[in-house]
């Protein structure tokens, strides 16, 4: 059973602070890895997506990747109210169909 | 930028109707996806198909069926709905190639059986 593992929340940081979002994964053969936010009640959109090992940047976020350890990460600089959400990490790791394993969420919070 | 259309988004069926959930996408894409999504319990994946007329089961496929007779369309089918059916339904698409394509995600159906 592939599982993607994320801590549920709520994570609470105060505006303007960085927030870290963390998610392991069991598939070592995994090959591409996303994040998604959700707001309540709405759908997920796609954030960034990261494929090799290291950090990838996109405005106030980044992406980290270390497949030895199994681990991937989202921070977001200078937090904002609207950042609260729910992030969704999924993982893909190969075959027919672009298959992701979702991850449960982190719920951020930030506060003013 | 990738549209993907579900055609309700709020629905109410009675307990033994034949619901159907229809969902289109405009980019082209080959994968198409079917989740449903309930408190504490995430994301789960029902059906998905990779080809017209191809399909294959998720991790929750007891109780509904789907279609994909052209590329762009894929329909949820609820046989007969009963209340633990109650829940939001998201349709996703993606690209097939190049590999590592993320999923795209209509703004959900809203299902609920009474």
């Known amino acids: 059973q592939k599982e993607v593992e994320q801590n549920s929340g709520p994570l609470s940081v105060p505006e303007g602070a960085i927030a870290s979002l963390n998610c392991t994964y069991s598939?070592?053969?995994?090959?591409?890895f996303f994040w998604y936010r959700q707001y309540s009640g709405k759908s997920p959109e796609l954030i960034m997506f990261i494929y090799s090992n290291g950090d990838k940047e996109d405005g106030r976020f980044t992406a980290q990747l270390n497949k030895a350890s199994q681990y991937v990460s989202l921070l977001i600089r200078d937090s904002q109210p609207s950042d609260s959400a729910t992030y969704l990490c999924?993982?893909?790791?190969?075959?027919?169909?672009?298959?992701?394993?979702f991850g449960g969420g982190t719920r951020l919070m930030v506060k003013p | 930028d990738v549209k993907v259309t579900q055609s309700s988004r709020y629905l109410v069926k009675r307990t033994g109707e034949k619901v159907f959930l229809e969902c289109v996408q405009d980019?082209?894409?080959?994968?198409m996806f079917w989740y449903r999504q309930d408190p504490g319990l995430g994301l789960r994946l029902i059906y998905f198909?990779?080809?017209?007329?191809?399909?294959e089961k998720g991790d929750i496929p007891e109780g509904y069926s789907v279609s994909r007779e052209k590329k762009e369309r894929f329909s949820l089918i609820l046989e007969s709905a009963s209340t633990n059916q109650t829940s939001m339904y998201l349709c996703?698409?993606?690209?097939?190639?190049?590999?590592?394509?993320?999923?795209?995600f209509g703004d959900g159906t809203r299902l609920s059986i009474l």
């Open positions: 999924a993982v893909r790791a190969g075959g027919a169909g672009n298959m992701l394993t």
């Open positions: 996703a698409s993606s690209q097939d190639r190049p590999g590592n394509q993320p999923q795209h």
């Open positions: 980019m082209d894409h080959e994968n």
């Open positions: 598939d070592r053969g995994s090959q591409s």
């Open positions: 198909s990779y080809d017209v007329k191809m399909k």
